[in-house]
């Protein structure tokens, strides 16, 4: 038997009151997302899918506290912080650099 996977667009999520975030995970997935944001222990009950949610959760609440995502203030969406994102140039530049041409 064979099962078809629908892939879902990515939508905008509450992920707390003052939080939102895209995802793309299904509706019966993103309570546990939120408890792992919260940092409420995993439920021993939940499918690997509800307890990837949940770790995904955790580990956006210690990226957020790291300094390595922030809010943004006009939409409030959790995103990469702004340091850690290199521009569109630098990225181009480094491709083609002498060094990575001499490596290839």
């Not at 409030?76 to 994102?85: G, K, P």
Request: glycine share 2%; charged share 25%; net charge positive.
């Amino acid at each position: 038997m064979t099962q078809t996977i629908k892939h879902r667009a990515a939508a905008v999520i509450p992920l707390t009151e003052t939080i939102n975030v895209h995802t793309d995970l299904s509706p019966e997935h993103i309570p546990a997302l939120r408890a792992g944001f919260a940092l409420y222990p995993s439920n021993p009950r939940w499918n690997i899918f509800k307890f990837r949610a949940w770790r995904l959760g955790r580990q956006w609440r210690y990226a957020l506290q790291a300094g390595e995502m922030e809010v943004c203030p006009s939409n409030r969406l959790l995103v990469r912080a702004a340091h850690n994102r290199q521009p569109e140039e630098e990225l181009s530049d480094r491709r083609f650099s002498p060094k990575t041409l001499l490596l290839a």
